[in-house]
């Protein structure tokens, strides 16, 4: 797991540790001191910590003049036992909302589980961003049929259409106007 690293192409783009909005603002990363683990498992030191013992993000870019940000994830998503979507919710997303931040592209490629509790913070989530939309890109089936069996697909799109998008050979832009534009077309 420690030679898994956040996607680093649109770096040149964006770097959530420069952007002063960012609650990864002046973060300083080492490229060879491993300081967090997953279940014991060192992880690559440019995942940045939202307070949970097993999962990881990384702001892969964030325009606040189009009010998007496309967020990787990596570890377990386990709600079940450390509430991680209160830590994101709480140390990462109402940051970005207070910031005009009210679309959001999640990627969960590297999300390996999903452990289920309530649905309150996802349905706060969801309601913050009015006029906004939240969409999940590549995480597995498994942990995608537990978001639905908890009703999460209330709050989140995903599905084939999101997941057949090759998102690596876009830019940020791109991909949030290619996005944009099919959720305008699923919810009229």
């Not at 964006?14 to 014991?40: K, L």
């Not at 709480?90 to 999640?106: P, S």
Request: hydrophobic share 40%; net charge negative.
């Amino acid at each position: 797991m420690h030679d898994v690293e956040p996607y680093y192409n649109w770096r040149h783009l964006y770097c959530s540790e420069e952007d002063e909005n960012s609650p990864f603002f002046n973060q300083v990363y080492s490229e060879f001191e491993f300081t967090n683990a997953i279940y014991n498992y060192c992880i690559h030191p440019q995942w940045d910590s939202i307070g949970s013992d097993t999962l990881y993000i990384k702001i892969l870019f964030c325009d606040y003049s189009s009010g998007f940000c496309i967020i990787e994830m990596m570890g377990e998503w386990n709600d079940a036992i450390h509430n991680d979507i209160m830590h994101l919710k709480r140390n990462v997303i109402d940051v970005l909302i207070r910031n005009g931040i009210k679309k959001y592209i999640l990627i969960g490629e590297q999300v390996m589980n999903f452990h289920s509790s309530e649905d309150d913070y996802y349905e706060e989530w969801f309601d913050d961003v009015e006029e906004g939309w939240l969409v999940s890109i590549g995480f597995q089936d498994h942990v995608l049929t537990e978001w639905s069996n908890l009703g999460l697909d209330n709050y989140f799109l995903y599905g084939d259409w999101f997941d057949l998008l090759n998102w690596r050979t876009m830019t940020p832009k791109q991909l949030f106007l290619l996005i944009d534009k099919r959720v305008k077309t699923l919810l009229t």
